[in-house]
């Protein structure tokens, strides 16, 4: 673990926040075709939402002592793009929406 301090303590905070499913719940998601048709590739095949969100399982289950300097950098575009992308929503029931799709692949479930 390295520097950073205050703000690496508001990152976590913040992602804390952001990510409100659990590391099973995201990797239940992440199997679902729902999931693997949300968001935009990243030229493998793989939404970098997806990608993202395998990456989000890792981090949930990793102590907050053992995260790394790119894990914190991470957790910060995670709570920038749920942030972003909620600000978005659209009008209506969103159960069954590639917004929400989206999201819960970034580990946010709008619905919850």
Same mark, same amino acid.
């Given at each position: 673990? %390295?520097?950073?301090?205050?703000? $690496?303590? @508001?990152?976590?905070?913040?992602?804390? @926040? =952001?990510?409100?499913?659990? =590391?099973? @719940?995201?990797?239940?998601?992440?199997?679902?075709?729902?999931?693997?048709? &949300?968001?935009?590739?990243?030229? %493998?095949? @793989? +939404? !970098?939402?997806? &990608? +993202?969100?395998?990456?989000?399982?890792?981090?949930?289950?990793?102590?907050? &002592? #053992?995260?790394? #300097?790119?894990? *914190? =950098?991470?957790?910060?575009?995670? !709570?920038?793009? !749920?942030? $972003?992308? *909620?600000?978005?929503?659209?009008?209506?029931? !969103?159960? #069954?929406?590639?917004?929400?799709?989206?999201?819960?692949?970034?580990?946010?479930?709008?619905?919850?």
């Amino acid at each position: 673990m %390295s520097g950073g301090g205050k703000d $690496r303590e @508001e990152t976590l905070r913040s992602f804390d @926040e =952001a990510v409100n499913m659990t =590391a099973g @719940e995201l990797e239940k998601w992440l199997k679902t075709e729902e999931s693997r048709g &949300a968001g935009q590739s990243d030229g %493998s095949g @793989e +939404s !970098v939402g997806h &990608a +993202s969100g395998r990456r989000i399982v890792d981090l949930l289950r990793t102590r907050k &002592a #053992d995260l790394t #300097d790119d894990d *914190v =950098a991470h957790m910060r575009k995670v !709570v920038g793009y !749920v942030h $972003r992308h *909620v600000s978005q929503r659209p009008d209506g029931d !969103v159960t #069954d929406t590639r917004w929400r799709h989206s999201l819960m692949n970034w580990g946010h479930d709008p619905t919850k």
